[in-house]
C-alpha cells in the first residue's frame, strides 16, 4: 500500500515556522533600531534649538529633555514588552498546530492500521471457513474428521462474533449508549467460568488463578466480562508457546483488585501511555504477525473507567507485562 503521507511531514512546517519567527524578529529590531534613531535625532535637533537662546545651560537638565526620555522608554518597553508578546503568543499558536497536525498524522495511520488489520481479521476466519466446507462438501469424511471441522468452523465464528461484539461496542462507548444494566454479581464464579474457557488454548499456555471467592460487584455482567476476556486475550497473545499467564483476583477493604501477568515480550516504556488508545497497536500492520485490531485495551479502559475503577501496566519480571486494574466499593457476600 502506498504511503499517502510525505516522507518527512514536518518539513515545511518547520521551514514556515523558523520564517515566521525570524520575520518578526527581523521586523522587531527595525522597529526597536528606528525608536533609538528617532529618538537621537530628536534629542540633538532639540538640544540645538536650545541652546540658540540658552548658551550656557545643559539641555538635559531640562524638563523638556526628561519629557522626551520618559517617552523615549515608554516606547521602548512597549516595543520589546508587545513585540516579546506577540512572539510568545505565536510560538504557541504555532506549537498547537503542530500537535494538532501530528494528531492528524497519527490518527490517520492509526486509521490505516484499523483497515488493514480489520481486514486480515476477516479474510483469515471467513477463508478458513470455506475451505472446511469445501472440503465437507466435496470429500466424504469420517466422523471424525467432520467433527473436527465444523470444530474448527465454529471456532472461527466465534472469533468473528467476538471482533464484531468488540467494534459493535467501541461504537456504543463513543457514544455513551452503553446500555449497561448493572446487577449484582459475583464476579468470583464469572472470572473462573471466563478463565476455564480460555485455558484450552493453541498454545498451550496455563492460566494459574488465585480468585477469592465469592467477591460481588455491582456491575453489567458482559460489560465485566469484555474487561477479562480483552486481558486474557491480550495476555495469551504476546504470550510464547508453553509459557505461562497468572490471574488473581482478591478483595480488600472494599477495593477490588485484578491482575493478569503474562511473560511475553513486554511494552517498551514509551508506548505504555498510548497501547489504551482506539486503533492503536505497536509496530506496523504490515510487518505484524500477530492477530487484533487494537480495540481491546481500549475498550477494557473506557469500561473499567466507567465503573469508576483504574488500569495500569507495569512490567513482569523477568520479561513481560503486567495489567493490574482497581475498582472501588466491592461488596463481599
Known sequence: MKNILPSNPFRTFYVVFTYIIAFTLWWAYLL??????????????????????????????????????????????????????????????????????????????????FMLSITHELKSPLSSIKLSLQTMSMRKLDADKSERLISNSLSDI???????????????????????????????EL???????????????????????????????????????????NALKY?????????????????????????????PDEFKKRIFEKFYRIGSEETRTTKGTGLGLYIAKRVIEIYDGTIEVSDNQPNGTIFNVTFPLATIG
Open 239 to 267: 504470550s510464547e508457546e508453553n509459557t505461562q499467564v497468572k490471574l488473581s483476583l482478591e478483595a480488600v477493604n472494599n477495593v477490588i483488585a485484578l491482575s493478569v501477568a503474562d511473560n511475553g515480550l513486554g511494552i
Open 191 to 233: 472470572t473462573s467460568y471466563i478463565v476455564q474457557k480460555f485455558s484450552d488454548n493453541k498454545k498451550s499456555i496455563a492460566i494459574e488463578t488465585q480468585i477469592q471467592p465469592n467477591i460481588y460487584m455491582q456491575v453489567d455482567g458482559m460489560a465485566f466480562t469484555s474487561v477479562i476476556i480483552n486481558l486474557l486475550e
Open 32 to 113: 526597536y533600531a528606528k525608536n533609538e534613531t528617532a529618538y537621537k535625532e530628536n534629542v540633538e535637533l532639540q538640544e540645538i534649538r536650545f541652546h540658540q537662546t540658552n548658551a550656557d545651560a545643559n539641555y538635559h537638565d531640562t524638563a523638556e529633555f526628561q519629557k522626551s526620555y520618559s517617552k523615549y522608554k515608554r516606547q521602548k518597553f512597549m516595543i520589546l514588552s508587545e513585540g516579546l508578546a506577540f512572539l510568545a503568543l505565536m510560538f504557541i499558536g504555532l506549537m498547537r498546530v503542530r500537535k494538532v497536525f501530528l494528531q492528524e498524522i497519527q490518527l490517520a495511520e492509526q486509521q490505516k492500521n
Open 158 to 188: 466465534d472469533r468473528l462474533d467476538s471482533l464484531i461484539d468488540n467494534i459493535l461496542f467501541a461504537a456504543k462507548i463513543e457514544r455513551n449508549e452503553t446500555g449497561f444494566s448493572d446487577t449484582e454479581t459475583n464476579i468470583s
